[in-house]
C-alpha cells in the first residue's frame, strides 16, 4: 500500500532555533517528493519539489534532502520565525496524472 | 491575485440537503484536481480533470459525489444527500501540463469547510 509517513506528529521550538522534519515513503512508482507548508484554515502552499536523482533543494529557509535509497526525506528550517508556525506536509507523486500521495502532516509551532 | 478560488469558503448544512461548490483555477491551468482533508490529516484525492475531461476518480467518491468541469475552466463539486462523515474541507487545486514529468507545482485555493448538522 502507498504510504506516507511524517515525524513528529507536532512539534514545538522557540524563534530563532532551527528544526528537521522527518518523511518516510513506501510509494511506487516513484515520481517526485514535495513538501508542502499549510498554514491554518488555508490550503498548502509548495516549498520543494524534488525528482530521485536530487538530494538537496533549498528555498530561502527551507531545505528539502531526499534520499531515494531508503526512501526518507526531510525538511530542515533554519531560524524559525513565528511565521513559520504551520503544517508542514510531504507528498509523492505517483504514476501519472499527477496523483499525489500526502502525509498527514507534521505541526510546528514557533513560539516567541 | 490570481489565484485558486473557492466558493463558498463556509457551508453549513442539515444532513440530507445537497451542497455544491465552486472552484475557479489559475487562469491558464488546464489541469483541476478536488480533494478533501479532515482534521489532522493530510489532503485526500478526489477527482482530477484534464480541460474538461474527468480523467481520475478516486474509490472515496461515492455515487452521492459529482464533478463537473463544462468548459474546461471552473468546477463545481455536488454532495448529494449529505451525511454527518462528509463534514471536511475540500480543497481544489490547479496546475499546468508542460510535458516536464509532472514538475509543476499544483496551487490550492483555501477550500470550503462543510459542516453538516
Known amino acids: 500500500k502507498n504510504q506516507v509517513e511524517q515525524s513528529p506528529q507536532s512539534l514545538i521550538i522557540l524563534e530563532g532555533k532551527n528544526c528537521t522534519l522527518q518523511?518516510?515513503?513506501?510509494?511506487?512508482?516513484?515520481?517526485?517528493l514535495r513538501w508542502y507548508k499549510q498554514d491554518t484554515g488555508r490550503g498548502p502552499v509548495s516549498l520543494t519539489i524534488m525528482t530521485f536523482s536530487e538530494n538537496t533543494k533549498s528555498n530561502g529557509r527551507y531545505t528539502a534532502t531526499l534520499d531515494a535509497d531508503t526512501k526518507q526525506s526531510s525538511l530542515h528550517i533554519t531560524a524559525s520565525q513565528l511565521s513559520d508556525s504551520a503544517s508542514y506536509i510531504c507528498?509523492?507523486?505517483?504514476?501519472?496524472?499527477?496523483?499525489?500521495?500526502f502525509g498527514a502532516g507534521t505541526r510546528l509551532a514557533v513560539h516567541p | 491575485d490570481t489565484g485558486v478560488s473557492q466558493n463558498p469558503r463556509h457551508k453549513i448544512t442539515k444532513r440530507g440537503q445537497n451542497v455544491t461548490f465552486r472552484c475557479d483555477p489559475i487562469s491558464e491551468h488546464n489541469r483541476l484536481y478536488w480533494y478533501r482533508q479532515t482534521l489532522g490529516q493530510g489532503p485526500e484525492f478526489l477527482t482530477y480533470f484534464q480541460n474538461e475531461a474527468q480523467l481520475e476518480k478516486s474509490r472515496l467518491l461515492s455515487d452521492r459525489f459529482s464533478a463537473e468541469r463544462p468548459k474546461g475552466s471552473f468546477s463545481t463539486l455536488e454532495i448529494q444527500r449529505t451525511e454527518q462523515g462528509d463534514s471536511a474541507m475540500y480543497l481544489c487545486a490547479s496546475s499546468l501540463s508542460l510535458g516536464t514529468g509532472g514538475l509543476q507545482p499544483q496551487h490550492f485555493g483555501d477550500g470550503t469547510r462543510l459542516s453538516i448538522l
Open positions: 518523511c518516510n515513503y513506501t510509494v511506487s512508482p516513484f515520481s517526485n
Open positions: 507528498v509523492v507523486r505517483s504514476g501519472g496524472y499527477n496523483k499525489l500521495i
